[in-house]
Nanobody
Framework: QVQLVESGGGSVQAGGSLRLSCAAS????????MAWHRQAPGKQRELVAS???????SYLGSVKGRFTISRDNANNTVYLQMNSLKPEDTAVYYC???????WGQGTQVTVSL
């Protein structure tokens, strides 16, 4: 069965960094586009970053220059490096395939002043 398992969330002070990981199994990972989404309390889920199977990337405007999405096809893993974190980045972060067919369980990121 398909599994997407996120890790790396936590609590950090503003200006800090976190690296999220998403390990995939049950899918031919290398041919899938992958994405990170987030949902803050009381807000709609939003697409944060995506990476296609060729490594092409796109980002939500508010995270450009601070977040970097990458992938390791040998290990079926997609990453989200988050630098210069702000309190408004606080949310549950979800890994998903670009088709949005498969989702991870989410990992909490909390950024405090």
């Amino acid at each position: 069965q398909v599994q997407l398992v996120e890790s790396g969330g936590g609590s950090v002070q503003a200006g800090g960094s976190l690296r999220l990981s998403c390990a995939a199994s049950g899918i031919p990972f290398s041919i899938y586009g992958m994405a990170w989404h987030r949902q803050a309390p009381g807000k709609q889920r939003e697409l944060v970053a995506s990476i296609d199977r060729n490594g092409g990337t796109s980002y939500l405007g508010s995270v450009k220059g601070r977040f970097t999405i990458s992938r390791d096809n040998a290990n079926n893993t997609v990453y989200l490096q988050m630098n210069s974190l702000k309190p408004e980045d606080t949310a549950v972060y979800y890994c998903a395939t670009s088709t949005r067919l498969y989702w991870g369980q989410g990992t909490q990121v909390t950024v405090s002043l």
